[in-house]
């Protein structure tokens, strides 16, 4: 079944074909590293990080980039009000940001370079637009002319008019045209600067991704990523220099995730409303803010509250509570043959169908609850058929994979296992009153019982 993805360039869902076989090469923005993660960028890099998993599920070999930009004027502006070296703030953030991703189990890309480990590459690469006259050097720096090329606005599908207004123009007299944007900076005194060929500086910010992307995955790649406030003016001005400097197609495909709110406000580390990773894992699984984030399709806007993340771990608790109950019946993985479950096979298929369509969580997410559903109504009305839950169970957990989900089995006290095990033995000896005594006493704990042919489980209230 073919893979269909909404392409930002071409405004319309697109069939999935890579530049080469079975190989996907991917690029997707990261971190600028002067502060803490917020649950913004939580949602970008899962939401990749998902589309990846399902590509590989889907035989695909992917390779990920996704850059760190470790020179910018907000790390400079701030290592300046906390009075500290900017490579020491940028130390600081890099080794949180990486903390993150670990409580957070998002897997590493394959490469994760830092701008300043390619500088002599983004050089060279204004080197070559200004061979190709695409590239002019001023008082302040070195700027892209975005007149040359024919195609600037494909992306945004904005006009001359538009772009204007929705910018911020950087400030320089001597710039050709308003929308020409800096390839290099030069340096003030007292900031960080590198020699090139037109003076002391930095690169711009976008000269860093068209690089990086280059350096790493070749001239054109299968699928470019961000959030959508990415498109105009970061991505738009990476396809100008890109295509300007190669004369291919920067990349086929463009995802561009919807941004994630709080209360109907972009949330953002400039506006200050913010909650970062670790304040959500302090009392939060990352399964919870996973699932709160698979809610709603990945193109969408997410309005953020504590309310909607309590809802959230409610849908995690009817995972921990099957593998609970699965755990107590003591049901292992076994190989079973689908043919023999064709209701199951159809809701694994059913799943496949939604991911395709440009990778539906929201529907995809429904249709594991189908199959907790159908494994609880077995677990209900146990007849036996424990080759049917042992299927279901293995196809529940390959998909739930692909969401970087892992529902362990909660421990619970071994007081309450002991009870437990005390209760098990008095019905046995048809001590009837006893046993539904720790009955009551454990479901004041949380912990409700349920009988069946085949030995008590539980689950938690």
């Given at each position: 079944?073919s893979i269909?993805?909404?392409?930002?360039?071409?405004r319309?869902?697109?069939?999935f074909i890579?530049?080469?076989d079975?190989?996907?090469?991917?690029y997707?923005?990261?971190v600028t590293?002067?502060?803490?993660?917020?649950?913004?960028?939580a949602?970008?890099?899962?939401i990749?990080?998902?589309?990846r998993?399902?590509?590989?599920?889907?035989?695909?070999?992917v390779k990920l980039?996704?850059?760190?930009?470790d020179?910018?004027?907000?790390i400079i502006?701030?290592?300046?009000?906390l009075?500290?070296?900017?490579?020491e703030?940028?130390?600081r953030?890099?080794?949180?940001y990486?903390?993150?991703?670990s409580?957070f189990?998002?897997?590493p890309a394959d490469f994760?370079p830092c701008?300043?480990?390619?500088?002599p590459e983004?050089?060279?690469?204004?080197?070559i637009l200004?061979?190709?006259?695409y590239?002019y050097?001023?008082?302040?720096?070195?700027?892209?002319?975005?007149?040359k090329?024919?195609?600037y606005g494909?992306?945004?599908?904005?006009k001359?008019?538009?772009m204007?207004?929705?910018?911020r123009i950087?400030p320089?007299?001597?710039?050709?045209?308003?929308l020409?944007?800096?390839?290099w900076k030069?340096?003030?005194?007292?900031e960080p600067?590198?020699?090139s060929p037109?003076?002391k500086?930095?690169p711009g910010w976008?000269?860093e991704?068209?690089t990086?992307?280059?350096?790493y995955?070749?001239?054109?790649?299968d699928?470019?990523?961000?959030?959508?406030?990415?498109?105009?003016p970061?991505?738009?001005n990476?396809?100008?220099?890109?295509?300007?400097?190669?004369?291919?197609p920067?990349?086929k495909y463009?995802i561009?995730?919807?941004l994630?709110?709080?209360?109907?406000?972009?949330m953002?580390?400039?506006?200050g409303?913010?909650?970062?990773?670790?304040?959500?894992?302090k009392?939060?699984?990352?399964?919870?803010?996973?699932?709160f984030?698979?809610?709603?399709?990945y193109?969408?806007?997410?309005d953020?509250?504590?309310?909607?993340?309590k809802?959230a771990?409610?849908?995690?608790?009817?995972?921990?509570n099957l593998?609970?109950?699965l755990?107590?019946?003591?049901?292992?993985?076994q190989?079973?043959?689908p043919r023999?479950f064709?209701?199951?096979?159809a809701?694994?298929?059913?799943?496949?169908?939604?991911?395709?369509?440009?990778?539906n969580?929201?529907?995809?997410l429904?249709v594991?609850f189908?199959?907790v559903n159908?494994i609880?109504?077995?677990?209900?009305?146990?007849?036996?058929?424990i080759?049917?839950?042992?299927?279901?169970?293995?196809i529940?957990?390959e998909?739930?994979?692909?969401?970087?989900?892992s529902f362990?089995?909660?421990e619970?006290?071994r007081?309450i296992?002991?009870?437990i095990?005390?209760?098990e033995?008095?019905?046995?000896?048809k001590?009837?009153?006893?046993a539904d005594?720790?009955?009551?006493?454990?479901?004041?704990?949380g912990i409700?019982?349920?009988?069946?042919p085949?030995?008590t489980?539980?689950?938690r209230?």
């Amino acid at each position: 079944m073919s893979i269909f993805i909404y392409d930002s360039l071409t405004r319309k869902k697109e069939e999935f074909i890579p530049c080469q076989d079975k190989q996907i090469n991917m690029y997707t923005c990261g971190v600028t590293v002067y502060d803490e993660c917020h649950i913004g960028h939580a949602r970008s890099l899962y939401i990749f990080e998902v589309i990846r998993r399902y590509l590989e599920f889907s035989g695909y070999k992917v390779k990920l980039v996704r850059n760190i930009t470790d020179i910018d004027d907000k790390i400079i502006q701030r290592a300046q009000a906390l009075k500290i070296d900017w490579q020491e703030l940028v130390q600081r953030y890099i080794e949180s940001y990486q903390k993150d991703l670990s409580l957070f189990n998002i897997r590493p890309a394959d490469f994760e370079p830092c701008a300043t480990q390619h500088i002599p590459e983004m050089i060279l690469n204004i080197e070559i637009l200004f061979k190709k006259g695409y590239a002019y050097a001023t008082e302040s720096g070195v700027y892209f002319r975005v007149n040359k090329f024919m195609d600037y606005g494909k992306l945004s599908g904005q006009k001359t008019e538009q772009m204007l207004n929705g910018v911020r123009i950087e400030p320089d007299e001597k710039k050709e045209y308003p929308l020409d944007f800096a390839l290099w900076k030069f340096s003030k005194s007292g900031e960080p600067y590198w020699e090139s060929p037109w003076g002391k500086g930095r690169p711009g910010w976008h000269i860093e991704c068209s690089t990086l992307a280059r350096q790493y995955l070749g001239d054109t790649l299968d699928i470019h990523g961000g959030g959508r406030d990415l498109i105009f003016p970061h991505h738009e001005n990476e396809i100008a220099q890109s295509e300007a400097i190669t004369d291919k197609p920067f990349s086929k495909y463009w995802i561009h995730h919807g941004l994630l709110t709080i209360q109907g406000q972009k949330m953002a580390k400039s506006l200050g409303n913010f909650v970062s990773i670790k304040d959500v894992l302090k009392d939060y699984s990352a399964d919870t803010l996973k699932l709160f984030f698979l809610f709603t399709h990945y193109a969408h806007p997410a309005d953020f509250s504590w309310e909607k993340l309590k809802e959230a771990d409610k849908a995690r608790m009817r995972f921990v509570n099957l593998a609970e109950r699965l755990s107590c019946l003591g049901v292992l993985k076994q190989s079973i043959e689908p043919r023999d479950f064709p209701e199951i096979v159809a809701l694994k298929e059913e799943f496949i169908l939604a991911m395709n369509d440009d990778f539906n969580t929201a529907k995809a997410l429904a249709v594991l609850f189908k199959i907790v559903n159908t494994i609880d109504a077995d677990l209900l009305y146990y007849k036996g058929n424990i080759k049917k839950i042992i299927y279901a169970k293995n196809i529940l957990e390959e998909l739930i994979r692909i969401f970087g989900l892992s529902f362990e089995i909660e421990e619970i006290d071994r007081d309450i296992m002991e009870k437990i095990k005390l209760r098990e033995r008095l019905r046995k000896e048809k001590n009837f009153l006893a046993a539904d005594e720790i009955r009551k006493s454990l479901k004041e704990a949380g912990i409700i019982l349920e009988d069946t042919p085949q030995g008590t489980i539980y689950r938690r209230q």
